[in-house]
C-alpha cells in the first residue's frame, strides 16, 4: 500500500473510500492494506488524467466504494488465518427498502513469538472495521451513511509482560450521502465525510507519554450530473473543507515539565473548490472531456508562523490570531481528454491535466518499513505542489473483461521540496527551515 506513480511520492496519491481520504492506507507497515477486501464493492484508478471532480493530489487517485449490503437476504462470511481473520455480516433491515453491511478483520501475528503472553517481550496486533447503511426513502432519494476504523500497535520491551515502548496509528473515516433524483437528465450527491489519522510513537506506554501527530479533514459538497441529450454529459459541483493538522507534539505525564517544552505550530486550513466538465460525444469516433477546477486555499490561525532567510535561518516570528488569514492562494486546473476509436474495441487516448496539491507529507525516510508521518499545509514558506501531466497511449478490450493498454506520459513537477542534511523532522517547532 506504499506504491508510487509516475515519478511522484507515495503522499501524492489520494485513497478514499465513499468520498473520505484515507491517508495511511496500511497494515503492518505496508505489508497489508488497511482495507478489507470483503467490504469492498468497487474499485476505480487514474494515474494522471483525471476528471475535474478529482484533485489534491498529484499523481493517482484511487476511489473506493464500499459495498451496500444485500437488501434481500442475510449473510455471512468469514475466513480464520494464520495472519489475518475476518467475518462479515449482511442483509436487509426492511426488504427492498434498506439495507446493512458490517465488516470485520484482526490479525493473529503474536503466536510468531511461540511464546505464552506473560512471557512475550513484543506484541503485534492490527484491526479494520467497515459498517455501510444503505436506506431508500423513495424513488427519487437514498441515505448511504459509511464508517471506517483502523489501528496498528506494535509494543515491545527489554521485560517480558511489559511492553513499555511502542508504536500506533489510527485511521477513521466516515460519510453521509444523500443521492436525490430530480429527473431522467439530472441528479446530484450531497456528501458530508470526516477522516482523521494519528500517529503515536510511545516513550513509555507505562506512563502513557508520547509523541503524536494527526492530520484531520471536513467536508461538505454537492455534485450534480446533467444529461441534456444522448452527446453530452455534464458534471459539476461545490465542496468546501476543513483541514488540520498537528506536525507532532510530545505529551507527558508530568504536565508542569510538558508545559516547558517547545511547541510545534500547528497548521488550520479552509479549501473551497469549484469544478465544472463535460463528457462529448463528438462524433462515432470522436469523444471529448474538458473541464476546469478552481481550488482557493486560506491558512488560518491560531499559530506562529516563521520567517526564514536564504540559509534557512529564523529572522522574525508572527503569532496569527484565530481565524486569521495569513496566506491564502488560488489555482486553475485545466484537463483534457481526447479520445478517437479505431475500432468498436481499440482506441486512442490523450490528454491534459493540470494538478495542484496544497498538502505534502514530511518525512526524511523513503522506505516502506516506516510510517513516520509529518503532515504540512501549504504556505509563507511550502508553496502548493503542482504538475502538468500529457499522456496518449491505445486501449484495446477483449471482452470477458480483458483489456490492454500502453502508454507514454511527459510530467512536469513544480515546488517539489528537499531536506538538509540530517534534517530534523521528529519534533521540531522549526521544521520547515529543514527544507
Not at 455471512?76 to 481473520?85: D, E, I, R
Request: aromatic share 14%; proline share 4%; hydrophobic share 35%.
Amino acid at each position: 500500500t506504499f506504491y508510487y506513480v509516475r515519478g511522484g511520492n507515495n503522499d501524492q496519491n489520494l485513497l478514499m473510500i465513499d468520498d473520505a481520504p484515507i491517508y495511511n492506507p496500511s497494515h503492518l507497515f505496508g505489508f497489508f492494506s488497511a482495507l478489507s477486501p470483503d467490504a469492498i464493492k468497487d474499485v476505480k484508478t487514474y494515474k494522471g488524467d483525471f476528471p475535474a471532480n478529482y484533485g489534491g493530489r498529484l499523481s493517482s487517485v484511487v476511489d473506493i466504494r464500499a459495498r451496500d449490503g444485500n437488501m434481500k437476504r442475510f449473510g455471512v462470511a468469514g475466513s480464520l488465518g494464520p495472519y489475518t481473520s475476518d467475518l462479515t455480516f449482511e442483509g436487509p433491515i426492511i426488504k427492498e427498502k434498506s439495507s446493512f453491511i458490517i465488516s470485520g478483520r484482526r490479525s493473529n501475528l503474536n503466536w510468531l513469538s511461540f511464546k505464552p503472553v506473560e512471557e512475550r517481550t513484543s506484541s503485534i496486533l492490527f484491526y479494520d472495521f467497515n459498517a455501510k447503511l444503505n436506506v431508500r426513502i423513495n424513488e427519487n432519494n437514498r441515505l448511504f451513511l459509511t464508517g471506517f476504523v483502523g489501528n496498528d500497535d506494535f509494543s515491545w520491551s527489554s521485560v517480558p509482560g511489559d511492553n513499555s515502548f511502542g508504536i500506533q496509528w489510527k485511521n477513521a473515516a466516515g460519510t453521509l450521502r444523500w443521492n436525490h433524483i430530480y429527473n431522467n437528465r439530472l441528479f446530484s450527491n450531497t456528501i458530508v465525510s470526516f477522516s482523521r489519522y494519528d500517529y503515536f510513537l510511545f516513550i513509555s506506554r507505562k506512563n502513557n507519554e508520547y509523541w503524536t501527530s494527526a492530520i484531520s479533514n471536513g467536508t461538505i459538497k454537492t455534485d450534480f450530473s446533467w444529461f441534456p441529450n444522448p452527446k453530452n454529459t455534464v458534471k459539476s459541483g461545490i465542496a468546501f473543507s476543513n483541514h488540520h493538522s498537528n506536525p507532532g507534539n510530545i505529551i507527558l505525564a508530568d504536565k508542569t515539565l510538558e508545559t516547558n517544552l517547545p511547541k510545534v505550530p500547528q497548521y488550520n486550513s479552509l479549501e473551497t473548490v469549484l469544478y465544472a466538465s463535460n463528457e462529448q460525444k463528438v462524433s462515432d469516433r470522436w469523444t471529448l472531456n474538458y473541464g476546469v477546477r478552481l481550488t482557493s486555499w486560506r491558512d488560518l490561525g491560531p499559530t506562529t508562523v516563521y520567517l526564514y532567510d536564504g540559509t534557512h535561518k529564523v529572522i522574525d516570528t508572527a503569532e496569527v490570531a484565530s481565524q486569521t488569514v495569513y496566506e491564502d492562494f488560488i489555482n486553475l486546473e485545466p484537463r483534457l481528454t481526447i479520445r478517437y476509436d479505431l475500432t468498436s474495441s481499440v482506441a486512442i487516448r490523450g490528454g491534459y491535466s493540470r494538478t495542484v496539491q496544497y498538502l505534502q507529507m514530511l518525512s526524511n525516510s523513503i522506505s516502506p518499513f516506516t510510517s513516520l508521518e509529518v503532515w504540512a499545509a501549504s504556505g509563507p514558506r511550502l508553496k502548493p505542489q503542482k504538475s502538468d501531466h500529457t499522456s496518449i497511449g491505445v486501449f484495446t478490450e477483449f471482452g470477458r473483461g480483458w483489456s490492454f493498454s500502453t502508454e507514454t506520459y511527459y510530467k512536469v513537477f513544480y515546488n517539489q521540496i528537499d531536506y538538509k542534511d540530517h534534517a530534523n523532522m521528529l519534533y521540531n517547532p522549526l521544521i520547515e527551515g529543514e527544507l
